[in-house]
């Protein structure tokens, strides 16, 4: 059984920081991606960064690439989200995902598991 519990949003100002994490609860052995998502009111979910879990590369959208940074803490298995530069279309519910399948990294349907998400707000 999969669990995953995202912390660390909240409200700030644009141009400011955030830091999200979401630990993981279960069997990591297999794991190929671990990633993050964002849904904003009326829109769809959409692919912000993952993590390919053997090799550690890293994918990013182009609306943030150079702003933010995904990283995994093996030891902890804890996956976090440094967010720089935060715009106000930066705002949304931010979830974390992960998946035993390999796939598109950025594509909601790729993801089996999916974490409560947590709401990052930036106000301009």
């Known amino acids: 059984q999969v669990q995953l519990v995202e912390s660390g949003g909240g409200s700030v100002q644009a141009g400011e920081s955030l830091r999200l994490s979401c630990v993981y609860y279960?069997?990591?052995?297999?794991?190929?991606?671990m990633a993050w998502f964002r849904q904003a009111p009326g829109k769809e979910r959409e692919g912000v960064a993952a993590v390919e879990s053997p090799n550690g590369n890293t994918i990013y959208a182009d609306s943030v690439k150079g702003r933010f940074t995904i990283s995994r803490e093996g030891t902890t298995d804890t996956l976090y989200l440094q967010m720089n530069s935060l715009k106000s279309e930066d705002t949304a519910v931010y979830y974390c995902?992960?998946?035993?399948?390999?796939?598109?990294?950025?594509?909601?349907?790729?993801?089996?598991?999916w974490g409560q998400g947590t709401q990052v707000t930036v106000s301009s």
């Open positions: 995902a992960t998946t035993y399948t390999w796939g598109w990294p950025l594509t909601p349907r790729t993801y089996k598991y």
């Open positions: 279960g069997s990591s052995g297999s794991l190929t991606y």
